[in-house]
């Protein structure tokens, strides 16, 4: 019988815990909203946190939550954006399309080096050794860290310099993250011309260690009929891509070619 009386409590206490947790469990349950698993299922998962968020998951819940647009995914693309605008019952903003876009044309045949650097074969281990190889310490160094960080071979190397596919480039911003020299930006797809040169150093010096560097001449800037290049650091070319409509004025009068059609499909 006591064994019997046992039973009994132990079953009892059961039976009023497993209420007790079942009435806990509605009265304190989360609600979740259906449609972030909607949204994560018709994502590509490639959690490259182009999006500006964390990840598919993350991306997928501002999304549900209205705090993200429906076409912040380059990865994929307009597919999958009208998916989602579909999902949440909008109609489809039109996908940013950017690329990739590597700024140096300094290639082995037209740069200098100021050393031969026999260290780790990494971009990142390079530049901590006074700054890299490279006489131009604003340079590409080659070594190809932006190539193993794109999951999409997007990125190839011509000359010693990296060069970005841009019809395989998805926009994920990996490669930017991955340069130590912040040669590497996300521009608009159409539009085609670019200055191939961050260096901030005068004209003289430029000339002197690389060919096809921007010399602060500012003659792309008085040629250019739209106003979209300005300088920067008095010393460096840059386009305002807003205005610039790709008339190619600047090319043609750039004396270094340090302004170049950037066009590399596949």
């Not at 860290?145 to 990125?155: E, L, M, W, Y």
């Not at 990296?162 to 912040?182: F, W």
Request: glycine letters at 10%.
């Amino acid at each position: 019988m006591e064994i019997l009386y046992a039973v009994l409590i132990i079953s009892g206490l059961g039976l009023i815990f497993g209420i007790g947790l079942s009435y806990a469990s509605r009265v304190f349950a989360v609600k979740v909203d259906e449609r972030v698993a909607l949204v994560r299922d018709v994502l590509p998962g490639a959690n490259c946190g182009a999006c500006g968020y964390s990840g598919c998951d993350g991306y997928a819940s501002a999304v549900a939550a209205g705090e993200a647009d429906t076409n912040c995914c380059p990865v994929g693309g307009s597919e999958v954006e009208k998916k989602i605008a579909d999902i949440m019952g909008v109609e489809p903003e039109g996908i940013k399309r950017t690329a990739a876009r590597v700024l140096c044309n300094g290639r082995q045949s037209v740069s200098k080096e100021k050393y031969e650097y026999q260290g780790i074969d990494s971009c990142a281990a390079a530049a901590q050794v006074f700054g890299g190889h490279k006489a131009c310490i604003y340079g590409c160094l080659g070594h190809g860290d932006c190539v193993r960080a794109c999951q999409f071979d997007a990125i190839i190397m011509v000359g010693g310099i990296a060069r970005i596919i841009e019809d395989r480039c998805k926009a994920c911003g990996k490669c930017v993250a991955a340069c130590p020299k912040n040669l590497i930006e996300l521009i608009d797809k159409t539009k085609k011309y670019s200055v191939m040169c961050r260096s901030r150093d005068k004209g003289a010096l430029t000339r002197t260690i690389c060919q096809v560097g921007c010399i602060g001449c500012r003659r792309c800037v008085k040629a250019c009929p739209q106003q979209a290049i300005y300088m920067e650091h008095e010393t460096l070319a840059k386009i305002d891509y807003d205005k610039c409509d790709n008339c190619g004025e600047c090319t043609k009068v750039c004396p270094t070619m340090a302004i170049r059609v950037m066009d590399f499909g596949d």
